[in-house]
T-cell receptor
Framework: KAGVTQTPRYLIKTRGQQVTLSCSPI?????VSWYQQTPGQGLQFLFE???????NKGNFPGRFSGRQFSNSRSEMNVSTLELGDSALYLC??????????????FGPGTRLTVL | SQQGEEDPQALSIQEGENATMNCSYK?????LQWYRQNSGRGLVHLIL?????REKHSGRLRVTLDTSKKSSSLLITASRAADTASYFC????????FGTGTRLKVLA
């Protein structure tokens, strides 16, 4: 079974631009979560989608948004990029069968650099 | 702020030695998981321990969970150079909060 895939793997943008990152979950997984990882803040939860609905959200500004499609693929968008948005963005998928936390399987991440 | 805190932040050992990492969390959990990350890449799931379990083994890994102390430990036995990575615990009820991580370096 193929793992979680993320595209693109690397991205360079300038301040003020916007960016869209894509995540394809493991086949059959219905929940997709996004995380931002920086050296200073570590791994921080952005949001989680299940059945095309945002179920949980972290403490990030409204510039960070996401969506999930009917095939469970997810995208996240960051508008008006700031230097501090430079990070590794990780996507994780899970079955989410129990209503609680299930094992999350991570993709390789997208390395975003904002100049 | 991070819910989980790993201790130590960094650990350097010789190949063949055991490595122990600890994790503390703040709120009630359904389960706790440990992940490994190699040099800024994706996280690899290592082991999940449920809140009603006290100990779990997987190969060279042994995880314990003490819900009364809100803490967990990960033991890697007979470490190898390939175990060099950052290790994170993740805990929560409906979403995971990751700890700060322990950077393990295994010297050959």
């Amino acid at each position: 079974k193929a793992g979680v895939t993320q595209t693109p793997r690397y991205l360079i943008k300038t301040r003020g631009q916007q960016v869209t990152l894509s995540c394809s979950p493991i086949s059959g997984h219905r929940s997709v979560s996004w995380y931002q990882q920086t050296p200073g803040q570590g791994l921080q939860f952005l949001f989680e989608y299940f059945s095309e609905t945002q179920r949980n959200k972290g403490n990030f500004p409204g510039r960070f948004s996401g969506r999930q499609f009917s095939n469970s693929r997810s995208e996240m968008n960051v508008s008006t990029l700031e230097l501090g948005d430079s990070a590794l963005y990780l996507c994780a998928s899970s079955l989410y069968t129990s209503g609680g936390t299930d094992t999350q399987y991570f993709g390789p991440g997208t390395r975003l650099t904002v100049l | 702020s991070q819910q989980g805190e790993e201790d130590p932040q960094a650990l350097s050992i010789q190949e063949g030695e055991n490595a122990t990492m600890n994790c503390s969390y703040k709120t009630s959990i359904n389960n706790l998981q440990w992940y490994r990350q190699n040099s800024g890449r994706g996280l690899v799931h290592l082991i999940l321990i449920r809140s009603n379990e006290r100990e779990k083994h997987s190969g060279r890994l042994r995880v314990t969970l003490d819900t009364s102390k809100k803490s967990s430990s990960l033991l890697i036995t007979a470490s190898r150079a390939a175990d060099t990575a950052s290790y994170f615990c993740a805990s929560g009820t409906y979403k995971y909060i990751f700890g700060t991580g322990t950077r393990l370096k295994v010297l050959a």
